[in-house]
């Protein structure tokens, strides 16, 4: 991914509502969902929707179909992967990074 492409995806994810309805069709899988149902589902009215996936469509963050005479709208999970390699490219100065853990005791201690 480009810097710019990066860019543009994270000035796009930078607003509440934004971030919810990517999120939304994130968890929704490859399936997508209707714009009326992302609008119902967020309490986000029409209009104000509308602006919000052109914004995520030209960052190519969501991808429209139509079905019908419904608009799906779906992760782009594509870009979505691009802007994760892009901002943890070479993490850990390139070695392997593990995760944290936490050890905690399962047992109480006594004393």
């Excluded at 810097?3 to 994810?13: E, F, N, P, Q």
């Excluded at 419904?70 to 870009?79: E, L, P, R």
Aim: contains cysteine; hydrophobic residues 40%.
């Amino acid at each position: 991914m480009e810097t710019k492409d990066t860019i543009a995806a994270l000035a796009a994810l930078a607003q509440v509502s934004r971030l919810a309805v990517f999120r939304l069709l994130v968890q929704r899988g490859p399936e997508g969902m209707a714009a009326t149902k992302i609008a119902e589902q967020l309490s986000i009215s029409p209009s104000s929707l509308s602006f919000h996936l052109k914004e995520l469509s030209h960052a190519q963050l969501v991808t429209p179909r139509h079905e019908g005479r419904f608009v799906i709208y779906s992760a782009n999970f594509d870009t979505m992967n691009g802007l994760i390699d892009f901002l943890t490219d070479n993490c850990c100065g390139g070695n392997v990074c593990t995760p944290v853990t936490v050890c905690c005791p399962t047992e109480k201690l006594t004393t």
